[in-house]
């Protein structure tokens, strides 16, 4: 059975970063199915994204695509108080039969929706019908928590709505109407959340956030209509308990929150709803990003009708038209046989070095080794940029790098500042770790890092071992730590483990160079093949370092000409100065009162 979890929260409180957030960190975490409704759509398990921006190899309902060009549309509408509710409640609506029939598609264990039609017309009604900014309103009363409640019995259990509250409420029969033919027929887009999270940020923060957000401010986004709606909601989550049950909503005070401690209070706000947790398995005897599948059993597996027609043919002017080739290509029989491993990925690296056949540039030039290539390129300028900028104390220079491969993003940028600034070569010392299944980096890695003069330890092993990760942590602290080319591979868990073992092991000024893929054409295709992968939108990827305690939104991100790689450089993110943690905020929710209407809440 699925959780559902619905977001709220004031223009600027985040609502929408969060729920685009969540599944991956919350999949991590409980190591269960999670999808999200936000912007976009996404199901994740903890090993591998389901559905993801771009990524649909199940195909999308078709509410769900209406749902986004209705977002669009309404967007576009937004100044207009008259044609924007007739966009955004069917909008609303779709996306809530969107969030149900992906739920039950994917067997998704919590779903978290960015809004609810039910509670964010309740809730944002006011803004449209009086809104605070309009002065000529204000003599209008607002409705009270009695007045919601009494719509919340009326639409949903055809309890006539008292007298005195009916003169506070708009006509509710449009309402009502909506939600017969919504059980007429069985559109399933009318229905209320099994958990309720309010991201309760103060009116004046939101409307300092939404300045800097350089974006076009809308017309309700203004100190008076924040406010309306802040209180609107405060009354709206109180109906919703009086309801459905006092646990059913909880209020978040995220003013002194960063992303990360905000991610972390709604997860741990979700986690005592949870019922089940299934471990994520991994074979530990694969090497992650490898494959020693033989041609024949790539051939087997391309030969089916869902990778033919749901993926060549429909993008076969995308790119997909070199995949088939690599079966006559040199550099594609090599990848056939080792996946992307050490041996394939210093090809790509090396593409300039030689020239090659018209087959083998096929191979080259296909979008996700152009991606790769670009990404090198990337790494090798700003880690360039990191290296000439630490001070000369003359201590040890500290690198690690893990996955490390043949550490072109390190050789390289070391090799260019060798000659200008000697000093600092000698100091460095490279911690290079990988699981080299092939056995084929110690000595080539001790080799190159010889001629330039620089220390390296190389350690084989599973960076998801603990025991493994207790020799690394040998080598700590770092000043540059570079988790590069993995996050696609590995498991949510993992990857949030390595992250936050990463962030106890650099130095306070230390940096962490780290990447993500986002899916295109090619995603597809190695869904149909049978990868598993994960996908991180920049964004997405920035709040998971958020959460790990790096600070991801102020994060660099460079992309390269396909935009498929994205190379983020992140530092450590200050302790906060105050001492309440997310923990702490979430167990005082029962007994906080203030003046502004929090008194709303149980």
Same mark, same amino acid.
């Given at each position: 059975?699925?959780?559902?979890v ?6 600027g409180?985040?609502?929408? =970063? ?11 975490e409980?190591r ?50 008259k ?57 209008? #009363? ?22 005195a ?8 029969w449009?309402?009502?109407l ?27 923060l939101?409307? +300092? ?17 924040l406010a309306q =709606? ?6 709206t ?9 006092? *646990? ?14 905000t ?5 741990e +706000? %979700? ?5 089940s ?36 043919l429909?993008k ?7 995949? #088939? ?5 040199e ?16 090809? @790509?690296? *090396? ?22 290539y ?12 990191e ?17 490390s ?25 490279? @911690?290079a ?5 092939h056995?084929i980096?110690e000595e ?24 493994f ?8 602290p ?29 130095? =306070?000024?230390?940096r ?16 149909? %093949? ?5 996908y ?15 600070d991801g ?13 994205h190379?983020?450089?992140? =530092? ?18 029962a +007994? ?9 809440i149980?």
């Amino acid at each position: 059975m699925t959780l559902h979890v619905c977001i709220l929260g004031i223009d600027g409180s985040g609502k929408s =970063t969060v729920a685009a957030a969540l599944p991956a960190i919350l999949a991590a975490e409980s190591r269960l199915v999670v999808g999200s409704a936000s912007e976009t759509f996404r199901v994740v398990s903890p090993d591998e994204d389901h559905l993801a921006p771009a990524f649909y190899p199940d195909g999308l309902p078709a509410a769900a695509r209406v749902s986004i060009r209705l977002k669009r549309a309404a967007k576009r509408l937004v100044d207009n108080s008259k044609l924007y509710p007739l966009f955004k409640l069917p909008q609303m609506l779709m996306q809530d039969r969107a969030a149900r029939k992906l739920a039950r598609r994917y067997t998704c264990e919590v779903f978290v929706s960015d809004g609810n039609a039910f509670l964010s017309t309740t809730g944002r009604a006011a803004n449209y019908l009086r809104a605070a900014s309009a002065k000529r309103n204000a003599e209008v #009363p607002a409705p009270d928590v009695e007045d919601l409640r009494a719509t919340f019995s009326y639409i949903l259990n055809d309890v006539p709505v008292p007298e005195a509250s009916r003169q506070k409420l708009p006509a509710l029969w449009k309402g009502k109407l909506i939600y017969k033919l919504n059980n007429l027929l069985h559109l399933n887009a009318v229905w209320l959340p099994d958990l309720v999270i309010f991201l309760d940020l103060s009116p004046q923060l939101a409307v +300092t956030r939404i300045k800097t957000r350089r974006q076009k401010i809308d017309h309700h986004e203004n100190l008076a209509d924040l406010a309306q =709606t802040r209180e609107m909601y405060l009354k709206t989550l109180t109906a919703f308990q009086s309801y459905r049950s006092p *646990d059913a909503a909880h209020r978040l005070d995220v003013d002194a929150l960063t992303l990360g401690e905000t991610l972390q209070a709604v997860i741990e +706000t %979700i986690k005592p709803h949870l019922v089940s947790s299934e471990a994520s398995t991994r074979d530990s005897n694969s090497p992650l990003g490898t494959t020693e599948l033989a041609d024949d059993a790539i051939r087997g597996k391309t030969v089916n009708l869902r990778y033919i027609f749901r993926y060549l043919l429909p993008k076969c002017f995308s790119g997909a038209w070199r995949e #088939p080739m690599f079966f006559f290509s040199e550099l594609g029989r090599l990848f056939l046989k080792e996946g992307y491993s050490a041996n394939v990925m210093r090809v @790509i690296y *090396d593409r300039d070095e030689r020239q090659y056949g018209f087959l083998d540039r096929i191979f080259l030039e296909y979008s996700l080794h152009r991606a790769v290539y670009d990404r090198l390129q990337i790494l090798v300028a700003k880690i360039k940029t990191e290296l000439e900028s630490r001070p000369a104390d003359r201590r040890e220079l500290r690198i690690f790098t893990a996955p490390s491969g043949f550490a072109y993003d390190l050789f390289r940028p070391l090799e260019e500042i060798t000659g200008s600034d000697a000093e600092t070569i000698k100091r460095v010392h490279i @911690i290079a770790a990988d699981l080299d299944p092939h056995g084929i980096l110690e000595e080539k890695l001790n080799d190159r890092a010889a001629r330039l003069g620089i220390r390296l330890t190389f350690l084989r092993g599973d960076l998801t071992d603990q025991i493994f990760r207790r020799r690394l942590e040998e080598s700590a602290p770092f000043d540059l730590a570079l988790f590069v080319g993995l996050s696609s591979w590995l498991s949510k868990p993992d990857t949030l483990a390595h992250l936050m073992w990463l962030r106890r092991n650099l130095r =306070t000024d230390g940096r962490l160079v780290t990447d993500c893929f986002t899916p295109e054409a090619y995603a597809l295709s190695g869904r149909y %093949i049978g990868y598993k992968a994960n996908y991180y939108a920049p964004e997405a990827y920035g709040a998971m370092l958020d959460y790990c305690g790096f600070d991801g939104l102020t994060a660099e991100v460079a992309s390269g000409r396909d935009r498929i790689n994205h190379v983020l450089v992140a =530092t450590l993110r200050a302790e906060p100065n105050h001492q309440t943690t997310a923990s702490a905020i979430i167990r005082n929710l029962a +007994t906080q009162q203030s003046q502004d209407g929090a008194r709303y809440i149980q």
